[in-house]
């Protein structure tokens, strides 16, 4: 349990085992990214994911996720219409992926959206700064509120999220002290991705701050890897094939017996046919 004003640890996750593990190790929240395009679906960005992939995942982590609080992230295309169209995407969301809540990208230009969701009873996370979906119009996954006049539309964003009614907000590559000042403006807390540690919490990705990427991808400024699930796994997979082939594995402790007679009257019966 996170004691109060501690800062809330949020990890995403896109399958049961990741979300298993990240539920065990005490996240506050779990978030089913629309990272998954890019990172378990292996896209180019995350424009192509489509609703019935992001539901599939999030009954997955949903699954897994005992005490952290599961976070489904809306995916483009399905909320940004109407806030009609958004409700009902959210309310599949949470009754076909099994989430707590939802995630959305975009700041001012979404409040009347993020207000129908929320008085539906549907806790809705906002996501401002850097909106990866929108990346088409940024000019690419580049760092936001650079400038005074930069800085002062994502606190613009920032309270008109809060106002909407979001419990909070990611804050994606924002310099840190922007997003700092932004967050001791607000009653809600900010969630930071590449936005220094004046945020509320943290996002990460977990197949980014484990390093379960090959050596040599490019990852974003903001990422610490943690560990090395890649070279890990690698070894692992290495040490298999080498063992079936040289027919070390599987072992005898790997078989299951069957007693000596019952074994003979096999052998007798095959013999005879
Ligand atoms: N796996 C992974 N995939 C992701 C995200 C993640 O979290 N991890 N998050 C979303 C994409 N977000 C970003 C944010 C920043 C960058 C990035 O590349 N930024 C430049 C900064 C560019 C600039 O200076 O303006 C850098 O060098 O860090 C890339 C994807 C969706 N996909
Ligand atoms: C990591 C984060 C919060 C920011 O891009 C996200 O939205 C995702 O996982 O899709």
Not at 36 to 56: K, Q, R, Y
Not at 175 to 202: D, F, H, N, R
Not at 259 to 266: N, P, V
Request: hydrophobic content about 40%.
């Amino acid at each position: 349990m996170r004691k109060r004003g501690e800062p809330i640890t949020v990890l995403t996750a896109h399958d049961f085992p990741s979300a298993h593990v990240a539920d065990a190790a005490g996240m506050d929240v779990v978030l089913v990214g629309d990272s998954l395009a890019m990172v378990a679906l292996g896209m180019e960005d995350t424009s192509e994911v489509t609703v019935d992939e992001m539901l599939m995942h999030c009954r997955s982590v949903a699954r897994a996720t005992k005490s952290a609080f599961t976070v489904g992230d809306l995916p483009m295309g399905s909320y940004e219409v109407s806030p009609e169209q958004a409700l009902q995407t959210a309310i599949r969301f949470v009754k076909e992926g099994r989430v707590q809540g939802v995630k959305l990208e975009g700041g001012k230009e979404m409040a009347p959206t993020i207000e129908k969701i929320t008085r539906a009873g549907i806790p809705v996370l906002g996501h401002i700064g850097l909106t990866p979906q929108r990346q088409n119009a940024l000019g690419g996954f580049r760092v936001q509120g650079k400038t005074c006049a930069g800085a002062l539309a994502v606190l613009e964003d920032a309270l008109a999220v809060q106002e909407a009614g979001a419990f909070g907000m990611v804050i994606e590559a924002v310099p840190a002290e922007v997003a700092g000042a932004i967050t001791t403006k607000l009653s809600v807390p900010t969630i930071g991705i590449g936005s220094g540690s004046g945020c509320a919490g943290q996002v990460l990705v977990q197949v980014d701050m484990s390093g379960y990427f090959p050596p040599g991808r490019f990852i974003p400024k903001f990422v610490k890897k943690y560990g090395d699930v890649w070279s890990e796994s690698y070894r692992a997979i290495e040490a298999y094939r080498d063992e079936v082939k040289g027919r070390q594995y599987p072992a005898q402790e790997h078989t299951y017996p069957i007693r000596e007679e019952e074994l003979e009257a096999f052998a007798k019966a095959t013999e005879e046919s």
